[in-house]
C-alpha cells in the first residue's frame, strides 16, 4: 500500500537551516507530483510547496519563497525539503503528500520542526 513517511525534523534557532525528506513506497513516485504542507498548533493546514512528477513545475507559497526549496529523487522514491533562514512562526509538523491532479490523495504522518532559541 502508499506509503509516505517524512524525516529530518527537529529543534533549530532561528536564521538556521534543516532538510526534511518524505521516502515514499507502494506506488510508481515518479508519475506523480508531490506537495509540502505544515500546520502550526492550533492552525490550519498551509500549503508550502508543490513539484512535478519530473522535478519541474516548482511553486512555493509567499511565505517561504526564497527560503524553502523542494526537490525530488526519484531513483530514491524521496522528496526533500530545504529550508533556510528558519523564523519562529515556521515551527510545525511538515507534511509530505502525494498529488493527483489538484488532490492531495495520501499524506504522511508528518514530522515536527521547531525554530526556537
Known amino acids: 500500500q502508499v506509503q509516505l513517511v517524512e524525516s529530518g525534523g527537529g529543534l533549530v534557532q532561528p536564521g538556521e537551516s534543516l532538510q526534511i525528506s518524505c521516502a515514499a513506497s507502494g506506488f510508481t513516485f515518479s508519475d506523480y507530483a508531490m506537495t509540502w504542507v505544515r500546520q502550526a498548533q492550533g492552525k490550519g493546514l498551509e500549503w508550502i510547496a508543490d513539484?512535478?512528477?519530473?522535478?519541474?513545475?516548482?511553486l512555493y507559497a509567499d511565505s517561504v519563497k526564497g527560503r524553502f526549496s523542494i526537490s525530488r529523487d526519484n531513483s530514491k522514491d524521496t522528496l526533500y525539503l530545504q529550508m533556510t533562514s528558519l523564523k519562529f512562526n515556521d515551527t510545525a509538523v511538515y507534511y509530505c503528500g502525494k498529488r493527483a491532479a489538484a488532490t492531495v490523495i495520501d499524506w504522511g504522518p508528518g514530522t515536527q520542526v521547531t525554530v526556537s532559541s
Open positions: 513539484i512535478m512528477n519530473n522535478g519541474g513545475g516548482v
